[in-house]
């Protein structure tokens, strides 16, 4: 008891030490909607997150599915509320041909997978496949074509064999053989993949002409007008944003795209492993991790000199932590645990995401299962939630709710000199009226105390909960499914205009206020 007391009062003392956090929200001034499409997910045939993952197969006996996709991983996206889910690639995109994943599937012919491991796939899990399965998840299918690797025709039978009506071209009349009449409606599609690399080491000036010859040939939806994404830049290549911005009319264009990784180094091996990372690793990762704020800040300065009315979106279509994989697995396929330092890079990244909501209108983690910053892992029957999961279940409240603006003065999480801040913030204001404020404190060892005034509003009560644990590097394992999973939040309080939060050290909180 003695300890425990001591333990309690050192904690009042860390709070006491860190009392210097505030933040101001303006209620009363949102004007700008968080796109639900900023949660959304991606799914590559890559590892083990479509065959294995995703998709068992027809004849499974042992695990519940639908058409060989399994149910309980469909329940748990339901219950995310994933918005949109991007399929097939990634790299795999650029070598992947459509038409070899359509018909009878003892037909259709195998392919190596040469981005990813080098296995074989027989296209059991095609177009028809996929479509059907976003159908089951109520989600909006996100299709990167191949650019890389395919034409300008393949990328047109694509598009009319998924959007157009039924006997109106070759492409649905197809469509209806492989037994489905109506189409799909497909609007948003990715133009390539990272064509500065792996989708074809293309310069920004060549594919800015290629995007336009593309996008010239692609077949939209009755239902609405094609969502088209450009192959964006890696990182800070400002200059591959600007010569899409000015090179392609805007009429032809819809999305952005950039990719950034919480990655140390590419190098093979180098990455970090995913659970056993020293304290300057965490701080590195967390580092790569924060930068987004400053690369979304910087594309969005280039997009504005040529789309000041910020028409044209910003898609970060690939993000997350990219570590060494499991040992004793493929290295290709990517394969890795998931620990608290996953939820801090999910919710510091979302909230940065919802900051920058005015040219931020999707973005997809990467990826689902099995795959990178997985929200899910599976092990034949088994299935585990991911911390990651938990912090964007949190954060649904904020889809297509109405940011709230709030400036945060947050104390530093100082490592050997080196300093980022440790708590990050974003509020919104949802279609019932209600108000929700995420909170992530990204320091390993220090709680933090959040004082934050509230204007143009007048609450009475708060409520919430809170993702945390006991050791920074604790994760979900299949032997300790529940080990991390959220909980009720006391450790926030209300007085007058004021709102006061504790925040424990490598935490996320997600508060409701009415």
């Known amino acids: 008891m003695k300890k425990q007391l001591l333990a309690v ?228 290549d400002y200059k591959w944003t600007e010569t899409l911005m000015k090179n392609i009319p805007h009429n032809m264009l819809e999305g952005v795209a950039i990719h950034h990784y919480s990655v140390l180094s590419w190098g093979e091996g180098q990455k970090t492993s995913a659970t056993e990372y020293t304290d300057k690793e965490y701080f590195k990762t967390m580092q790569q991790a924060l930068l987004m704020d400053e690369l979304v800040t910087k594309h969005s300065a280039v997009m504005d000199k040529y789309d000041p009315k910020k028409k044209v979106a910003l898609v970060v279509d690939e993000w997350g932590g990219w570590y060494n994989v499991e040992n004793g697995t493929n290295p290709g396929f990517l394969f890795q645990q998931n620990t608290m330092r996953d939820a801090m890079i999910a919710g510091a990244t979302l909230n940065i995401f919802n900051n920058h909501a005015d040219r931020i209108r999707m973005a997809n983690l990467a990826q689902v299962v099995n795959v990178l910053q997985a929200v899910i892992l599976t092990k034949e029957e088994k299935m585990i939630l991911t911390p990651t999961y938990h912090v964007m279940e949190m954060y649904n409240v904020h889809q297509d709710a109405t940011l709230l603006p709030i400036k945060v003065k947050s104390n530093d999480f100082v490592f050997e000199g080196e300093k980022l801040p440790a708590v990050s913030v974003s509020a919104s204001k949802d279609a019932k009226g209600l108000t929700h404020i995420s909170l992530t404190n990204v320091d390993p060892k220090n709680p933090q105390e959040i004082t934050i005034d509230l204007k143009g509003a007048k609450y009475v009560s708060v409520s919430g909960r809170i993702l945390a644990s006991e050791k920074l590097r604790d994760f979900n394992s299949f032997d300790n499914p529940n080990k991390i999973q959220p909980k009720a939040f006391s450790g926030a309080t209300i007085s007058g205009n004021q709102l006061k939060v504790k925040l424990p050290a490598f935490s996320v909180a997600v508060l409701e206020l009415k």
């Open 9 to 236: 009062a050192c904690l009042g003392l860390s709070f006491l030490g860190n009392a210097q956090n505030t933040a101001t929200l303006q209620a009363d001034s949102g004007k700008v909607t968080i796109n639900k499409h900023i949660y959304g997910h991606f799914a590559e045939h890559l590892g083990t997150c479509i065959y294995g993952g995703f998709y068992v197969g027809e004849n499974n006996t042992k695990i519940p599915n639908k058409d060989g996709v399994r149910l309980d991983i469909i329940d748990a996206l339901k219950k995310l509320k994933i918005p949109n889910l991007r399929w097939p690639g990634g790299c795999f995109a650029d070598t992947y041909h459509w038409k070899d994943g359509i018909g009878p599937k003892a037909q259709r012919p195998a392919m190596v997978n040469t981005w990813w491991g080098g296995v074989t796939e027989d296209n059991s899990f095609g177009t028809h496949d996929f479509l059907n399965m976003c159908e089951l998840l109520g989600t909006e299918p996100y299709i990167s074509g191949n650019v890389g690797s395919g034409t300008v025709q393949e990328l047109k039978d694509w598009t009319q064999y998924i959007n157009l009506g039924a006997g109106t071209s070759p492409m649905s009349k197809l469509r209806e053989q492989n037994g489905r009449e109506k189409p799909w409606n497909v609007s948003i599609w990715g133009v390539g993949n990272e064509a500065w690399g792996c989708g074809g080491n293309m310069t920004a000036d060549y594919y800015a002409n290629i995007y336009r010859q593309y996008a010239t040939f692609m077949a939209g939806t009755d239902k609405k007008g094609l969502f088209r994404v450009a192959s964006g830049a890696s990182d800070a």
